[in-house]
């Protein structure tokens, strides 16, 4: 379990080792190995901080010390010591703090039509989701520069799948229980909205707790995330796929112009290496991860009627048309994601 924790973390974080932060000239000697350095690199995140990317962390401080002549090295506020992601956006453009890996949710703020990456029965499988990316990141890109951020890379995390203590076969079943509401989400909204369903808003951060409790009895996560955050002990069945957690790190615009050119060639370097050599790691984690929950006595339960629940996905997908992406947008998505197989 805790080679899963590494995995997503890493994923979370793809390219975290290698963010420029602001230019807060200070000693920074902690957990993730930061020395004396000129530009402390201040990034925030709500993922938790565990021994094996700490080391990480101390092992790329090294390198890019040794690659800025240890001019530049980071500190990460692990944990969501920094805030929720919302309160996270509000900081990075206080200048509070200068990067993060954000969900494509908050990716929106500085991508407006960010949120037709994770639209409702689109992405079955990650050769879908790397071929969108690759066609439409540039331009996501530059216009997330032009709105005060550097994305420094795309990640995902995993196959969103429902976990909950109940099995969730139909939509009575989502409407008797006690869904988890993530209040970022306008796709979840609007789901729970037209299948009469009455979500409970909570913040990343309380939702173990909200399980603990029974507040929430349901969730909708990856399977890696839902080890590493925890939630999976307190959930006894889990749905097939419905989806493909996505995100982006970025870095604040006025931080990234007060690096030198090649430190910023440095920075994309080492971040594009890191992500190379993790992103593969993270999805095999993905599913080796679902494959441990199920012999561990988790139970598998299918949608019923799965077309029911398909219909629902291409209605909800075609009411967000004009409120989140536009139907442009949607069919370019849409064009590239049939060249590919469902099951490929």
Do not use: C
């Not at 995100?247 to 992500?275: D, P, T, Y």
């Amino acid at each position: 379990m805790v080679r899963f924790r590494k995995l997503i973390i890493v994923a979370l974080l793809a390219g975290l080792l290698a963010i420029p932060g602001g230019n807060e000239r200070a000693l920074a000697e902690g957990e993730d190995g930061v020395v004396n350095a000129e530009i402390i690199l201040k990034v925030a995140t709500v993922a938790p901080r565990i021994p094996e990317i700490a080391r990480r962390s101390k092992k790329f401080n090294e390198q890019l010390a040794a690659e800025t002549n240890g001019r530049i090295q980071f500190r990460t506020y692990w944990g969501g010591v920094a805030g929720d992601d919302t309160t996270i956006v509000r900081k990075l453009r206080t200048g509070q703090i200068d990067a993060a890996p954000l969900g494509i949710e908050i990716v929106s703020n500085y991508v407006r039509q960010a949120s037709v990456l994770v639209a409702p029965q689109t992405f079955y499988n990650y050769k879908q989701v790397d071929a969108v990316r690759k066609e439409l990141g540039p331009e996501f890109a530059e216009e997330a520069y032009k709105n005060g951020v550097k994305v420094l890379s795309w990640w995902d995390a995993g196959r969103v799948r429902i976990f909950s203590k109940q099995p969730i076969r139909t939509f009575e079943d989502l409407q008797k229980g006690r869904p988890w509401l993530y209040p970022s989400s306008t796709l979840l909204r609007e789901f729970y909205k037209m299948t009469n369903v009455t979500g409970v808003p909570l913040d990343i951060s309380e939702v173990y707790g909200g399980l603990q409790t029974g507040m929430i009895d349901t969730v909708w996560i990856s399977s890696v995330l839902s080890s590493v955050l925890r939630w999976a002990s307190h959930t006894n069945y889990v749905s097939t796929p419905v989806n493909v957690i996505q995100g982006a790190f970025v870095v604040r615009k006025e931080a990234w112009e007060a690096l030198h050119e090649n430190e910023r060639e440095i920075i994309e370097r080492l971040s594009a290496k890191q992500l190379i050599d993790t992103q593969k790691e993270l999805r095999d984690g993905d599913e080796t991860t679902y494959a441990k929950l199920i012999k561990r006595g988790m139970v598998l339960v299918e949608f019923a009627p799965v077309e029911r629940w398909r219909a629902a996905g291409a209605q909800l997908r075609a009411k967000m048309i004009g409120r989140i992406y536009t139907k442009e947008m949607l069919q370019r998505v849409e064009a590239i994601t049939k060249r590919f197989p469902e099951d490929a």
